[in-house]
């Protein structure tokens, strides 16, 4: 079935993107205010001036960020003027993206295998438009293969590898943009691609598990809700009808159950209409709006063992990403800007958001995280950052490794997520046994119950 949806459509943007080809053709181009085309530069002179003039200072080059707000490509960048030469293959930014990459995206296995197969080839010494070109023969998708294609195409015009991850945010996440940018511009891009590579396989696992310990509780769930359903549409009723015969005076427990089978029966079709649209709404409510994220948020941080891995989680993300941007030489106050854009967790975001405004006002990270003076003492608990997290920083901070001791955070809070996560699967098997035996076995011996009075209720 997924493969049939993927199908229609990697058809569906495939029909739009030769549309978006075929009318561009016809579109003129519009004339940008402030840049200069070929067609406007003079033709050159013969005579030589006596006293040349200095050349002007080039205009400034868009950075990353500007980058990913507006897009780039080759046709609209403003072009920096040096004298009365113009480079007219500079970066531009464009109006519209073509149509079929809107819907573009890439899963966590094709982009795991996009960065492993870019740092191997890298690696080997491989060009990025033969590694790229490799990557796209080996792709099984036809619209990724027009993407890749299009990347090739902005490379072999002059464009980095991040300058083109950029134009695409919504397949590209902006912390990956920026390292590729950093390795290119330290020369380290081998070393940032297997760091990628290597954070993205810690990810992966760490989904897998989470979904590895819910699997069975979810499922073991569904399989009592269905079953019980089942017996209070199709079976309490035919039991109801054998004693309404018998003129039995029914236990509590058995009437209870017949009384609510008989509303189940008549009344389910708006039944599970209410449940699916009250589900419905409160996933909008809960997934889009902001309010709504932090109230469960909250709710979340308020269970006793799912509470803790969210946060360990959050902070494990956290302490990743900025290890991983702040290793590759990106400037500390862009690096806290970059992983907050990373962040889920509303919360997080804003903690973040006041760390780095703190930092910008010349105060440390250690500091912002409630650890002001270690010497004398003064702890101040953060509410999202727990104190080790702030001290192991401080030491940071001291001895130039802040980065190496983000790393050792993010690997105590994985080995803490494991651990836990370890014994959440030993403890919850047992306890949804338990619950589905409540269940079933409430409505057998409601059943039953009846049988243990028939020779002083029957006639």
């Known amino acids: ?64 960020q500007e980058v990913e707000k507006i897009g780039y490509s080759q046709e609209n960048a403003p072009l920096p003027v040096t004298g009365a030469i113009v480079k007219a293959d500079r970066i531009k930014p464009i109006e519209k993206r073509p149509a079929g990459f809107r819907w573009t995206r890439l899963s966590t296995k094709e982009r795991l295998f996009l ?43 002059g464009m980095g590898l991040a300058e083109t991850m950029f134009l695409f945010p919504h397949i590209f996440p902006s912390m990956q943009s920026s390292l590729i940018e950093a390795g290119e511009k330290s020369g380290n891009l081998k070393m940032v691609l297997a760091q990628i590579v290597e954070d993205l396989e810690s990810q992966h696992d760490f989904v897998r ?25 199709f079976v309490i009723p035919k ?24 509303f189940l029966s008549q009344k389910y079709p708006f039944i599970l209409g209410g449940i699916f649209g009250t589900f419905f709404v409160l996933w909008l409510f ?7 994220k932090l109230l469960w948020e909250k709710f979340v941080a308020s269970i006793p063992v799912f509470g803790r891995i969210s946060k360990d989680k959050n902070i494990m993300v956290f302490a990743s990403n900025l290890g991983m941007l702040l290793s590759s030489g990106v400037l500390i106050s862009d690096a806290f800007q970059i992983t907050e854009k990373t962040i889920d967790n509303l919360h997080y975001k804003r903690a973040l958001s006041e760390v780095r405004h703190g930092i910008m006002m010349g105060k440390n990270v250690s500091e912002m995280m409630g650890l ?34 983000l790393m050792k955070i993010r690997d105590n809070y994985h080995k803490s997520i494991n651990y836990t996560l370890k014994n959440l699967s030993t403890i919850i098997e047992p306890l949804m046994i338990f619950i589905v035996a409540i269940l079933v076995g409430s409505i057998l011996l409601a059943v039953m119950l009846p049988f243990f009075y028939i020779g002083t209720t029957i006639g």
């Not at 200069?36 to 006293?51: E, W, Y």
């Not at 796209?136 to 036809?142: E, T």
């Not at 819910?214 to 809700?225: D, T």
């Open 1 to 64: 079935m997924s493969a049939f949806v993927a199908k229609i459509r990697d058809s569906f943007s495939d029909f739009w993107l030769e549309v978006d080809l075929f009318f561009s053709k016809f579109k003129r181009k519009k004339k940008v205010p402030g840049v200069i085309s070929k067609s406007d530069i003079p033709p050159p002179q013969s005579a030589t001036p006596s006293v040349q003039s200095k050349p002007a200072e080039p205009s400034s080059i868009p950075s990353a």
């Open 115 to 157: 960065y492993d197969q870019m740092a191997t080839l890298v690696d080997a010494g491989v060009t990025l438009i033969d590694a790229l070109s490799i990557v796209k023969a080996q792709s099984k998708n036809k619209n990724l293969k027009k993407f890749y294609g299009e990347m090739i195409h902005h490379i072999n015009s």
């Open 209 to 233: 598990k989470i979904k590895g310990a819910m699997f069975y509780p979810v499922i073991l769930i569904v399989l009592a809700l269905v079953m019980v359903t089942g017996m209070m549409i």
């Open 239 to 262: 039991v109801a009808k054998l004693y309404e015969q018998s003129n039995a005076r029914l236990p509590a427990l058995t009437q209870a159950v017949i009384d609510f089978s008989d």
């Open 286 to 292: 809960f997934s889009k709006t902001r309010s709504g």
């Open 372 to 405: 002001e003076d270690i010497k004398a003492q003064k702890f101040k608990e953060h509410k999202l950052f727990p104190l080790q997290v702030a001290q192991l920083i401080h030491i940071g901070e001291i001895t130039g490794t802040i980065d190496k001791m």
